[in-house]
């Protein structure tokens, strides 16, 4: 059974940073496209970051230049360090896995993912 644990969520304030953890287990994340997305209050669930094992690294257009997706396939450990944090980056951050092994392409929608963590509450103050 897979499982996808988040981590590393908290308070931080406007200008600060997190760094996020999703540790997998139950199957090896070499081959799976791992992407982390994240829903506010009242809000859809929205991607925010992706990556596979060939194409290059995906990211919202809200985030790109303060946050950087990568992975440990040694540990089987995907990570978001996020940087310059905005009170509008406030939500419950999800990390996601499909496991495709032959198609590298980074999706952006929920629905085209397999596995879900619980997530982690990020909370940035102004």
């Known amino acids: 059974q897979v499982q996808l644990v988040e981590s590393g969520g908290g308070l931080a304030q406007a200008g600060g940073s997190l760094r996020l953890s999703c540790a997998a287990s139950?199957?090896?994340?070499?081959?799976?496209?791992m992407s982390w997305f994240r829903q506010a209050p009242g809000k859809e669930r929205e991607f925010v970051a992706g990556?596979?094992?060939?194409?290059?690294?995906n990211y919202a257009d809200s985030v790109k230049g303060r946050f950087t997706i990568s992975r440990d396939n040694a540990k089987n450990t995907m990570y978001l360090q996020m940087n310059n944090l905005k009170p509008e980056d406030t939500a419950v951050y999800y990390c996601a896995a499909r496991w495709s092994l032959f198609v590298p392409a980074i999706k952006t929608r929920p629905v085209e993912y397999d596995d879900w963590g619980q997530g982690t509450q990020v909370t940035v103050s102004s």
């Open positions: 990556i596979s094992w060939i194409d290059p690294s």
């Open positions: 139950g199957r090896t994340i070499n081959r799976a496209i």
